[in-house]
């Protein structure tokens, strides 16, 4: 594929490419020390609570269930249970509940079940009334029943079922909101650099957290698991609402540099005066589509490993809670490294190669969806050598990352001004694997036998091949045109 211009491209669709290359010529303001920058690193903080709010209770579920011997080695697994040193003695005194799998099923996913309420309304109201309140208050939704869960855990499992669908409720307008914002504050050119560096935090969210709350479990107990990542949420918050502005313009502390930088750079992509909304062609945009199908796919994968892998390397691999956050965590290191080099990798292929914003959304997909899905099925073949299995997952994981500066962003080349609402749309879509995944996992996983798992892991990889050739087909890079009066793209 010439990547430069394809075969159907009309002359007309040239001019608004050399216009995009001319708009270049505005002074670049320097990173270092930037408002954009700065917005990028405190994201990443919060999507790092996010997601640690989110997560922690993966690993916890190990500790919270009535199935673990005084030394804290699970009492039955698959393969031989390693061994581990005996817990101190203050930490016996969180509860413990007898919970069977179909149970723990809905626990986990009920996360989910609050998170596609708020997704399309999250979208619409950043874009309506701003970004910056409705991502900290969600967050802090979140932060304040993530403190309440051992008091639910307590008065029963239907009660912590229903403050983690509040916990969804909050965390659900958080990525819609935040496409929102940089809709006004990413510039064309440096979109894949600050939205990777933002949304790394929920790769670092994940990472810090499993291990840490293996920590926490063993050495304290699982309720300090939500007081203390609670805590470091209300720290983020505190920092967000003193912090950050919705836009540029509104920015009390951006130099006029970066500020004339961003709006010029923008200025032909945004159509933000009035309501109105165009529904009709959003809803029938088949590069929306595209997303979406790729979006639900890759979650399929994603959440699979998120919610059940603590558990799977307890019940199969006969990790105790020690060891197991630590392990947990290891696909994810490599998935966020790969996210923001990726990131840096995509701009520079637009901005320097000239390749299509198009060829590179689907190269970085395709790379992203294919490489775990090969991955997470080999790991089901290597039955107990577990170094080996940890490897794939690592690797299945780490490849995965790449899809950031793929389909993930995808919205803000097609659609900036709607950004926000693409983002709910297709995140509406992708929560569902969330919903029903660990559900169907678990009903799969009765026995927990090796090769029960190697079907979920099948399930999986079947459904993220589907979503990187649909994707392929269907995807766009350019600016629709019903979502700006006169479209222009930049690299198309």
């Known amino acids: 594929m010439d990547r430069y211009m394809s075969d159907t491209e009309t002359d007309d669709q040239e001019q608004p490419l050399l216009l995009s290359r001319q708009d270049d010529k505005v002074e670049r303001a320097p990173a270092c020390c930037s408002s954009r920058y700065g917005l990028s690193l405190l994201s990443c903080y919060g999507f790092f609570v996010a997601y640690a709010l989110r997560v922690n209770l993966s690993v916890a579920m190990v500790d919270m269930l009535n199935n673990t011997d005084a030394s804290g080695n699970t009492s039955k697994s698959v393969c031989p249970a390693h061994s581990s040193p005996a817990r101190p003695n203050y930490n016996h005194t969180a509860s413990v509940y007898d919970w069977d799998s179909e149970t723990q099923g809905w626990i986990l996913g009920s996360f989910f079940y609050g998170y596609i309420l708020t997704q399309i309304p999250g979208g619409y109201l950043a874009r309506k009334y701003g970004a910056k309140w409705l991502l900290g208050l969600g967050i802090l939704g979140t932060v304040i029943f993530t403190l309440l869960t051992p008091v639910a855990a307590d008065l029963g499992a239907g009660y912590l079922i229903a403050v983690r669908v509040l916990e969804g409720i909050g965390e659900g307008v958080t990525f819609p909101a935040m496409h929102a914002m940089w809709a006004f504050w990413a510039p064309p050119m440096e979109r894949s650099r600050l939205l990777t560096i933002a949304y790394t935090g929920a790769q670092l969210g994940t990472v810090v957290a499993l291990p840490l709350s293996a920590q926490i479990c063993f050495y304290l107990d699982w309720t300090w698991v939500f007081y203390i990542f609670g805590i470091v949420g209300i720290v983020w918050f505190i920092l967000w609402a003193l912090l950050v502005s919705n836009t540029p313009s509104t920015h009390p502390r951006i130099t006029e540099q970066e500020r004339l930088y961003i709006t010029s750079s923008l200025n032909k992509e945004l159509t933000l005066s009035g309501d109105h909304i165009p529904w009709g062609s959003i809803l029938t945009s088949m590069p929306l589509w595209a997303i979406v199908v790729a979006h639900f796919s890759y979650n399929w994968t994603f959440y699979t490993l998120l919610t059940l892998l603590p558990t799977y390397m307890s019940d199969v691999l006969g990790f105790s809670i020690k060891e197991n956050g630590a392990l947990s965590a290891l696909p994810y290191i490599g998935c966020g490294l790969l996210a923001v080099l990726g990131g840096q990798l995509a701009d520079y292929l637009r901005e320097n190669c000239f390749y299509r914003t198009v060829v590179v959304r689907k190269a970085f997909s395709l790379i992203g969806m294919i490489g775990p899905a090969v991955f997470i099925v080999a790991a089901g073949y290597t039955g107990c050598n577990y170094i080996l299995a940890v490897a794939f997952l690592s690797i ?97």
């Open 396 to 492: 299945s994981s780490s490849l995965g990352g790449i899809v950031a500066s793929g389909f993930n962003i995808n919205h803000l080349d097609i659609a900036p001004s709607y950004a926000g609402i693409l983002l709910g749309i297709t995140n509406s879509f992708a929560t569902i694997p969330g919903m029903v995944g660990p559900v169907i996992a678990r009903a799969l996983t009765k026995n927990n036998t090796i090769e029960e798992w190697q079907t979920v892991f099948y399930i999986s990889a079947g459904i993220n091949l589907f979503g990187a050739l649909f994707y392929t087909v269907f995807g766009q890079g350019v600016v629709q045109p019903w979502a700006v009066h006169n479209p222009h793209s930049h690299g198309n």
